[in-house]
């Protein structure tokens, strides 16, 4: 699992360690680079200092012990220079250190040269009788700045160190209140979908938790609809049953033939009626936004017309009314066929019922300004201004008087099925007043191909 807390830790370390070497090989060179000068000039002074010194003692004539040349040497003993002074042929006279082969240069100044496989820096300084040598092993100079340079690690280790600590501190202090909101959130019931409390979470996380919070808020809403949706669906289902129950014991009572015709008639209708019911709180879960979209195929509107007018023109029949349909041309869209059928069999269904006796009804499919449009228009009172938009709730049935025994039947679920599969067409649904006579035009249009 991805750690905020390691990844950081390791980048910081990781700069600090590339810090702390960077700045100890500077401190390395530069130390290396200054000490090259003080200690050459040390070396000459030396070399100088032993060479004067012989003028000297052999202008006194003075026998000194070859011991005693350590005198002349200046107090360096870190940087461990030997010396060495030779007669005027080159022999050596004295060395402060017999290990040491340093060979005869006769030239003056600084030199470097390999002693048994070790580089010296040597300077060479010449007097009346003979020479004086000052020498350094180069590696004695590296160690020194070797040294210089690991003194500065033990403090950067330790800066890396406070500095990782305090990273791990502020990370641990800042997300502290995401650790309250995790025991707010798993403490709650399934139910209880309020918003996490955002007031004290650090600004980074906020977006995220407030992204949540929305998520919650709309899975909230759509729990509420589902919920009023399963009372309505349960209310609306007991009338249909108890109407039932009552049209039974009507049957049950009815001794003579006619009255017995007419209670089993009205059971009839009853039970259609509950089966309508079932069939459109069923097409309605079919509707669904989540539920699964059939693949959209290219189809004619106008079939689907002719198949929704015959399939209704029995009925159509029996109410007396005047059902056509309107076919000019081919109307292609791309669409779900059985649910296309649903959308203008629920149109048509509305007409019939809702249309007295004697009216027209007229479907068709036409292209209107390069859209395909389903049209159903009737002869009946049309739907009042004020009413257009809720009668597309689910459930919800117009209040009009004049509500004739067929109008009755339905359950206010047909214009919700007819707009959700509109919608899952990408097209429109509109209700208009007829032009020049009463009646409702329901109007379809899909979008352009
Ligand atoms: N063609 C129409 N003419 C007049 N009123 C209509 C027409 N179509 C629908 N309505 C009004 O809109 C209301 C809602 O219609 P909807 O199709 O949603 O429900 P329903 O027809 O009552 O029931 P269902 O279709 O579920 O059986 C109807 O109750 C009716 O008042
Ligand atoms: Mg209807």
């Known amino acids: 699992m991805l750690s905020i807390e390691r990844t950081l830790l390791r980048l910081v370390m990781a700069a600090l360690l590339i810090g702390a070497v960077s700045v100890s090989g500077t401190v390395y060179f530069a130390t290396l680079e200054e000490f090259n000068e003080a200690l050459d000039a040390e070396l000459k002074h030396v070399a100088t200092s032993l060479a004067r010194y012989r003028d000297l003692s052999d202008a006194s004539s003075a026998q000194r012990p070859a011991g005693t040349g350590r005198v002349a040497e200046p107090e360096l ?9 030779r007669d005027a042929a080159g022999k050596l006279l004295y060395a402060s250190d017999e290990k040491v082969r340093m060979p005869f240069i006769d030239s003056e100044g600084l030199t470097r040269v390999s002693v048994g496989g070790e580089s010296w820096i040597v300077y060479t300084a010449r007097h009346r009788v003979g020479y004086a040598q000052a020498a350094q092993r180069v590696d004695s ?8 340079a690991t003194r500065i690690l033990p403090p950067m280790l330790l800066l890396a160190m406070g500095i990782g600590g305090l990273l791990i501190y502020g990370l641990r202090l800042g997300l502290r209140p995401l650790d309250a909101a995790a025991r707010d959130v798993a403490g709650r019931s399934a139910r209880s979908l309020a918003p996490i409390d955002c007031t004290r979470l650090p600004a980074e996380i906020t977006p995220m938790v407030q992204a949540i919070n929305g998520l919650m808020a709309r899975l909230d809403d759509s729990m509420t609809a589902q919920r009023r949706f399963l009372a309505d669906a349960a209310h609306e289902l007991r009338s249909p049953i108890t109407a039932l129950r009552l049209q039974l014991q009507l049957l049950d ?12 008639a009205d059971l009839q209708q009853g039970v259609d009626r509950a089966q309508r019911l079932v069939e459109q709180l069923l097409q309605v879960a079919r509707t669904e936004p989540e539920a699964q979209i059939a693949p959209m195929l290219p189809l004619d509107l106008g079939s689907i017309v002719r198949e929704v007018v015959e399939a209704a023109s029995a009925k159509a029949e029996a109410w007396q009314l005047d059902l056509g349909a309107t076919l000019a041309e081919e109307v292609p869209v791309l669409g779900d066929r059985s649910q296309l059928l649903i959308l203008l069999n629920n149109l048509v269904e509305n007409a019939l019922r809702h249309t007295p006796s004697g009216g027209v009804i007229d479907v068709g499919a036409e292209m209107r300004d390069g859209r395909p449009v389903l049209f159903v228009l009737d002869t009946g009172p049309g739907i009042p201004k004020a009413e257009r938009e809720r009668v597309f709730d689910r459930f919800y049935r117009g209040g009009q008087p004049a509500r004739s025994g067929r109008a009755a039947l339905g359950s206010g679920l047909g214009l919700a099925i007819v707009k959700a599969i509109a919608g899952q067409h990408g097209a429109v649904v509109e209700l208009l007043d007829r032009v020049g006579e009463p009646g409702l035009e329901v109007r379809v249009s899909f979008p352009r191909r």
Do not use: H, M, P, Q
């Open 141 to 148: 100079r590296r160690a020194i700045a070797r040294e210089s």
């Open 253 to 264: 009572r009815s001794s003579d033939g006619a009255a017995n015709a007419a209670a089993r």
């Open 77 to 85: 003993e870190d940087s461990e220079i030997e010396t060495f002074t």
